[in-house]
């Protein structure tokens, strides 16, 4: 009988924790889905870097890119189990074990990347990172995931009409699913490493995503259209297990968050000129890049903020939304919603 992966993950990981070369060196294990030649990957490298240097050698980072140790899902069911330190996942994912991650998967809920910062750089950005703890994980930072969009393997997907009955990939969250539904759709959600060939086969009829990962993945060369009608904006979230953070002295933690700082900043500049590089380059490939009016699209998801509101979710909604135009209040003039844990 086949092995399932997580186990075999299991195994290897504690593998490498009883034959550490150096006691006196704390080694932590970071784990992620994407390439060794994605910024997100580049800025957790540079995270590496910067950690080894603060802390005088005595800290490093291993990381194991490409699905290495599993789907984000898995790596944050090792980061619960206390056997993985670190792990890269998407909100998007994280909102299945933490709720108010799910609000970074509402659609067209940020203006544009200035709203997205102000909002993941200030005090709600920082209570959603720490809203883990109770589920065993602590949010480090956001890493910029830029705003998500939808390609076709035909078709131009210029309006909602023009997605009526397609299969679309989407992550395994409901909000996402929800969205698609929304805009006439059939969500269908689909493992990462899986969307290539159920887009050169037909199994599905588009996907949605960053330029980045639209260009890094090759998906590109089985869709004939990009819609940038950017629907949502889930960053990268760098999380780390509460068991591993508490085995930390109160200096380890102080050099993890300054790498991290340091990691941000350098990530960040990284995937602004990713995300031109990608248009360009499948543009030149010959897709079709469509910048639609967002406004029909706006009104399909209409129902969904009807839906949430006066819930804790509506109540972040809210709380973002008012951070458009304003920067926000100080943390103490805040009032934060109670949310619905099932730890």
Request: glycine share 8%; aromatic share 8%; charged share 20%.
């Amino acid at each position: 009988m086949k092995t399932p992966r997580p186990v075999l993950a299991l195994l290897f990981l504690v593998a490498l924790t009883g034959c550490a070369a150096d006691e006196d060196v704390v080694v932590l294990r970071l784990a992620h889905v994407l390439g060794m030649d994605h910024p997100v990957h580049l800025g957790m490298a540079h995270f590496g870097e910067q950690l080894e240097a603060r802390s005088g050698g005595t800290m490093r980072v291993e990381i194991y890119p490409s699905s290495q140790l599993g789907s984000e899902r898995e790596t944050i069911e090792l980061l619960q189990l206390g056997t993985l330190d670190l792990a890269k996942v998407s909100a998007a994912v994280v909102e299945n074990f933490v709720p108010e991650m799910g609000v970074f998967s509402l659609p067209y809920l940020f203006d544009d990347s200035e709203h997205l910062w102000r909002v993941l750089g200030g005090p709600i950005g920082k209570e959603i990172l720490l809203a883990g703890e109770p589920y065993r994980v602590r949010g480090l930072c956001y890493y910029d995931a830029g705003f998500r969009s939808f390609y076709l393997r035909a078709g131009d997907g210029a309006s909602p009409d023009e997605l009526d009955g397609k299969k679309i990939r989407v992550m395994r969250s409901n909000l996402s699913i929800r969205t698609v539904n929304l805009l006439g759709a059939n969500a269908t959600p689909l493992a990462y490493g899986e969307v290539y060939t159920a887009l050169q086969q037909g199994v599905v009829d588009g996907a949605e995503n960053n330029p980045p990962n639209f260009f890094g993945s090759k998906h590109y060369e089985v869709s004939d259209t990009y819609v940038l009608d950017e629907h949502s904006a889930p960053p990268d979230v760098l999380l780390i297990s509460t068991w591993r953070w508490n085995q930390l002295s109160a200096q380890q933690q102080a050099w993890v968050e300054e790498a991290i700082e340091a990691s941000v900043t350098h990530q960040r500049a990284l995937w602004v000129e990713a995300t031109e590089d990608a248009l360009a380059a499948v543009e030149a490939a010959g897709v079709t890049v469509i910048r639609p009016d967002k406004a029909p699209f706006r009104e399909a998801v209409t129902p969904l903020y009807e839906e949430l509101a006066g819930t804790a979710l509506g109540t972040w909604a809210d709380r973002i939304r008012a951070l458009a135009a304003a920067p926000e209040p100080a943390p103490e003039e805040i009032p934060i919603p109670e949310a619905d844990r099932q730890p």
